[in-house]
């Protein structure tokens, strides 16, 4: 795999882990941070616009992950791919810690 894979590998694994929350608090009925609020990250977006960011973010981190070749055949990638999860998700636990107390 050339080294490019491994970057579409990782951003794939950011798309898709950014994807959960999202979705979830969208067809939940809740509102979250999304980049269209005001402030962007900070303020409340409605659960239409988090389901479709949901989607966004799942669409584009599938595309990735072709782009990425992620494979189980080919084990660094997804390694690669785990580790975009961890650090989204690392990423949003401290980002969205205070998430509570905003709204």
């Known amino acids: 795999m050339k080294w490019y894979h491994y970057i579409a590998c990782f951003f794939a694994g950011l798309f898709i882990a950014n994807t959960v929350p999202h979705f979830i608090h969208g067809v939940s009925g ?3 941070p999304t980049p269209f609020a005001i402030p962007p990250g900070k303020g409340p977006s409605s659960p ?6 949901g989607l966004f973010n799942l669409a584009i981190g599938y595309i990735l992950m ?3 070749k992620v494979s189980n055949q080919k084990v660094m ?3 690669v791919f785990f580790l975009g999860i961890v650090a989204m998700s690392w990423m949003a ?4 810690m205070d998430k509570q107390m905003q709204f």
């Open 48 to 53: 239409t616009v988090n389901v479709f960011w």
């Open 66 to 68: 072709r782009a990425g």
């Open 93 to 96: 636990s401290v980002v969205f």
């Open 30 to 32: 809740d509102v979250f």
């Open 77 to 79: 990638s997804v390694v």
